[in-house]
């Protein structure tokens, strides 16, 4: 006859689990110092076999679903932490705020096209003032596409020192015209 500590010992449990499987009912109760290391060893051998079957008790499923449910979360966590780190996968948040600055900086300049265009196109003609708008409109999403032109009047370049950038919607009306 052996203690409930050496019955627990003698088939690699803790005392608390061991004490579990008592009130599971998995081990019979039995005074302390009278439990028999043969009974307790196939106890929870057909225990382990229930479990390992599918018929566990209860407890035992139940901790097997949610030990599976963690690790499948925890490979899911990696997973995006890894998209993440990778570039291939972004915060929502963080993105919207991004387009909201950038559209608040698109609304601007186009909104100043106005103001910085009323005098200069005093005394054009039509064609004058469409080549003139059209430019404006051009170094306005010159800028937009290229902040490291901003800064320059109508003489911002794609950055290689020439022309404006070539593949600019109305690109061939780079400047506006002045009054005569």
Known sequence: MATQNEAAAHIDLGDRRFRELIDDGVIERRPPSEYDL?????????????????????????LSTERALLT??????????????RGQLVVIEEVARQVE?????????????????????????????????????????NELHD??????????????????APDAPGAEAAAPSQPH
């Open 72 to 85: 499948r979360e925890q490979r899911s966590a990696a997973e995006r932490n890894n998209a993440v780190a």
């Open 38 to 62: 043969e009974q307790v060893r196939v106890s929870y051998i057909r225990h382990l076999r229930k479990v390992a079957a599918g018929r566990g008790t209860k407890t035992d499923a139940d």
């Open 147 to 164: 902040p490291a032109v901003a800064g320059g009047g109508a003489d911002r370049t794609d950055g290689a020192g020439g022309s404006p």
């Open 101 to 141: 600055t950038e559209y608040g900086v698109v609304r601007q300049r186009l909104l100043a096209i106005p103001g910085k265009l009323a005098d200069a196109l005093d005394g054009m003609n039509r064609e004058e003032r469409e080549v003139a708008i059209a430019g404006e409109i051009t170094e306005a999403l």
